[in-house]
């Protein structure tokens, strides 16, 4: 157990759609990070956020947003969802030291189907 | 072009024998960490190890031990003494840059099979 929590486990939704995936990091982890893990693209770096901050932005859609709460805990929304969205996604905590060495724990993951 | 090369799919590998995960990287920045990651069918990410850039020595933890080549740009993953829990995709990632900003790149991955 990684220390690192996601909801829902998994989520069947129709195209056109949104959902909201949630992120609670370890207890201390300033740093979340999202990635999407498909078939065809592997896994995916989305987005970062450092202490409720964005950080850095990956290949992430403008239909996928995401914001990191002040108690640390993060959400990650998808709209106008399409077939293609199908994924599994998972969050990652880090604590941040600024400079080196910054291991990334993931938490189980969301496997999300768009029918 | 691709930051992070893992150039086998797939691997079978006999248990009790050693396993070489293969790993090329592609940077310009002089500071960057390297990591092997394992993904079981159940599907979580677990980490395995870390190696800087700027570290004299290979890294191990346990039975995995980082090939380290700098000038190669190569990052290896040796698996020692094989066992039937170590099958699972295995992917190596790259950090570049080592401020707070920077994300972590993924390979293709390289799904290992251990027959007993």
């Known amino acids: 157990d990684s220390g690192v929590t996601q909801t829902p486990k998994h989520l069947i939704t129709a195209t056109g759609q949104r959902v909201t995936l949630r992120c609670s990091p370890r207890?201390?982890?300033?740093?979340v990070y999202w990635y999407q893990q498909s078939l065809d693209q592997g896994l995916q770096f989305l987005i970062h956020y450092y202490n409720g901050e964005e950080r850095a932005k990956g290949n992430i859609l403008e239909r996928f947003s995401a914001q990191q709460f002040p108690d640390l805990h993060s959400e990650l929304n998808l709209s106008s969802l399409e077939l293609g969205d199908s994924a599994l996604y998972f969050c990652?905590?880090?604590?941040?030291?600024?400079?080196?060495?910054?291991?990334?724990?993931f938490g189980p993951g969301t496997r999300l189907t768009v029918l | 072009a691709q930051k992070i090369t893992q150039t086998q799919p797939g691997m079978f590998v006999q248990e009790k024998e050693a396993v070489t995960l293969d790993c090329t990287y592609d940077t310009s920045d002089p500071s960057y960490g390297l990591f092997w990651y394992k993904q079981p069918s159940s599907g979580e990410m677990i980490f395995l190890i870390y190696?800087?850039?700027?570290?004299?020595q290979n890294a191990t933890e346990g039975r995995y031990s980082l090939n380290f080549q700098k000038a190669r740009k190569s990052a290896n993953l040796v698996i020692s003494a094989s066992q039937l829990g170590d099958s699972a995709m295995y992917f190596c990632a790259m950090r570049e840059g080592l401020n707070r900003d920077d994300k972590i790149i993924f390979g293709k991955g390289t799904r290992l099979h251990i027959l007993p």
């Open positions: 990652a905590s880090s604590e941040d030291y600024g400079r080196g060495y910054n291991e990334q724990f």
């Open positions: 190696q800087g850039s700027y570290d004299q």
């Open positions: 207890s201390g982890d300033l740093s």
